[in-house]
């Protein structure tokens, strides 16, 4: 009978994701028989494209421990509750909030949420996004959900989300009209945030993805300062005026303890659709420098598209075919699902109120 020493001793020798940690780490379950050895690994992040790959490497490293035996892998995930322990309440129905965010406008935030939303779903997690841009709300156009949609409420007091391409979707955009612009001041817009969070019926997400407003505010601390966040992802362009503003987005939330997760340099390179030719009209190594400063990881470096400049207009997904869009889209949801999932669970410190 082989042991599961055995069995893990090649297994360790298979590293995994980008931080390379052991596969041997992941292993859950073994059931060793006489003809057959069944393996399965728990990954806490959403890795699902990942899997065939995977099956091919460990069918390779085991094949001599093995011999006749017929192998079965399996994989699962199992993503956790909020790896980072905090004092600030949970949202029901929510294991991991992740805030986007970068400062000012302009660098395609919202787009950024929503495609990243779309990949971390298609690696296999229950996704959410909430539109937190009060003033602006753009999620239900990008996800084309039809207009004048608006959510069922349940007891006159609970929304139930929004479903669009399978996401789980609250934005003040399903309550008002184009015509009817949130004429508010900071404290009552953030009341207003609050109440679509925790009064809207979340069921079972892996990650609510935030698409949160340009600028360092009052929204901003609100959020900061009221529910337990798993950490921040800072969208900024390699140009020199969006990485002053991405700054001042890391430099607050570093001061409410929230951590930031990592960097994405959007509209990076651009190429030409007609000879291929790559110019990065916006400046270049932008976010190297930004996430070199703040000691911080640079998650991706998503094109200048078209064709992610259309889908967004038309309300329509990329990624039901591959290409260089889907993929890097794709390899930001595995980098960004794997950080979180790696923090270490260590207590937040008490929030800092940034009038002190």
């Known amino acids: 009978m082989i042991s599961r020493e055995k069995l893990t001793e090649p297994l360790s020798q298979l590293l995994f994701g980008n931080s390379q940690q052991p596969l041997s780490n992941w292993l859950s379950d073994v059931d060793i028989g006489e003809s057959s050895c069944r393996l399965v690994f728990a990954f806490p992040w959403p890795c699902k494209s990942q899997w065939e790959d995977l099956s091919q490497r460990i069918a390779v490293a085991l094949d001599d421990v093995i011999g006749s035996r017929d192998l079965s892998i399996e994989f699962t995930i199992a993503i956790p509750q909020l790896a980072i322990k905090s004092e600030r309440p949970l949202v029901a129905g929510v294991k ?58 349940q007891a006159s007091k609970h929304f139930e989300p929004v479903i669009a391409r399978g996401l789980q979707t609250m934005s003040l955009g399903y309550l008002t009209t184009d015509k009817t612009p949130a004429v508010w001041r900071g404290p009552m817009a953030s009341g207003a945030l609050m109440q679509i969070l925790e009064q809207t019926l979340w069921d079972d997400l892996d990650y609510l ?92 470096k998503l094109p200048l598209s078209l064709t992610i400049r259309q889908s967004g207009d038309a309300g329509e997904s990329f990624f039901a075919e591959s290409g260089p869009e889907q993929l890097a889209y794709q390899q930001l949801a595995l980098r960004c699902g794997e950080r979180i999932a790696m923090m270490p669970a260590a207590s937040m410190p008490e929030f800092v109120s940034l009038d002190d």
């Open 96 to 153: 991991n909030i992740l805030l986007v965010a970068s400062g000012k406008g302009g660098v395609g935030k919202s787009t950024t949420t929503v495609n990243l939303a779309l990949a971390l779903q298609a690696e296999g997690a229950r996704v959410g996004i909430l539109d937190a841009d009060i003033y602006g709300p753009s999620i239900p156009m990008m996800l084309g959900v039809a207009e004048g949609t608006r959510p069922h409420v």
């Open 209 to 300: 993805v935030v698409d949160m407003p340009p600028g360092t505010g009052d929204i901003q601390l609100t959020v900061a300062q009221k529910i337990a966040v798993s950490g921040a992802l800072i969208v900024t362009t390699p140009q020199d005026i969006a990485l002053l503003d991405a700054k001042k987005a890391i430099e607050m939330f570093s001061k409410v303890t929230i951590p930031i997760v990592g960097l994405v340099e959007n509209m990076s390179m651009h190429t030409c659709s007609a000879c291929g030719h790559q110019e990065a009209i916006f400046g270049s190594n932008g976010g190297e420098r930004l996430a070199s400063t703040y000691d911080a990881e640079l998650l991706a």
